[in-house]
T-cell receptor, first 110, second 115 residues
Framework: GQNIDQPTEMTATEGAIVQINCTYQ??????LFWYQQHAGEAPTFLSY????GLEEKGRFSSFLSRSKGYSYLLLKELQMKDSASYLC???????????FGGGTRVLVKP | DADVTQTPRNRITKTGKRIMLECSQT?????MYWYRQDPGLGLRLIYY???????NKGEISDGYSVSRQAQAKFSLSLESAIPNQTALYFC??????????????FGEGSRLTVL
């Protein structure tokens, strides 16, 4: 089976840093995705990790440890527009079916 | 214009009615998916299709059916809608080509309310 866990909600201050953790247990592993989703809108792609280590893209970074079944998304220099849900998803089989965690709602306060 | 288009965007219906949600894409992708989203439960896969003649059940297919009429079109039907099918539904596509990572591209969503 597939199990993906991430915190339900986090609050942070504008300009600060927030780290969203994701742990997974899946049958097979072909990559881990992070998506951003503003309320009522479609998820949009943020990052993809398939090898261990850190991927940096501007203010956003994503880390993966396959041996620990663990990833995190790091959001730096938080802006009000970063208030959204962040979805962790694992491609666990060769058939390219993404399994999603429940999402972490991040609230950025002034 | 959106690459992945869903219709209708919002629909209110009554228990027992038949509902169809339609999805069309101009991305040229071969793979298409239907997910539903409920608060706190994330996105759950209903059905997926890797080609026109290919239909596969996801984790929550009961009460739903799909049709892949062409590579660009994938429709989701609720034969007899019930209130616990009230949710936000997303269509998504992906490309099985050489550079494929499994990344999904989502439509804008269809909000369905069953009274």
């Amino acid at each position: 089976g597939q199990n993906i866990d991430q915190p339900t909600e986090m609050t942070a201050t504008e300009g600060a840093i927030v780290q969203i953790n994701c742990t997974y247990q899946t049958s097979g592993f072909n990559g881990l995705f992070w998506y951003q989703q503003h309320a009522g809108e479609a998820p949009t792609f943020l990052s993809y990790n398939v090898l261990d280590g850190l991927e940096e893209k501007g203010r956003f970074s994503s880390f993966l440890s396959r041996s620990k079944g663990y990833s995190y998304l790091l959001l730096k220099e938080l802006q009000m527009k970063d208030s959204a849900s962040y979805l962790c998803a694992v491609n666990g089989a060769a058939g390219n079916k993404l399994t999603f965690g429940g999402g972490t709602r991040v609230l950025v306060k002034p | 214009d959106a690459d992945v288009t869903q219709t209708p965007r919002n629909r209110i219906t009554k228990t027992g009615k038949r509902i169809m949600l339609e999805c069309s894409q101009t991305k040229g992708h071969d793979r298409m998916y239907w997910y539903r989203q409920d608060p706190g439960l994330g996105l759950r896969l209903i059905y997926y299709s890797f080609d026109v003649k290919d239909i596969n059940k996801g984790e929550i297919s009961d009460g739903y059916s799909v049709s892949r009429q062409a590579q660009a079109k994938f429709s989701l039907s609720l034969e007899s809608a019930i209130p616990n099918q009230t949710a936000l539904y997303f269509c998504a596509t992906s490309d099985s080509g050489r550079a494929n990572t499994g990344e999904l591209f989502f439509g804008e969503g269809s909000r369905l309310t069953v009274l």
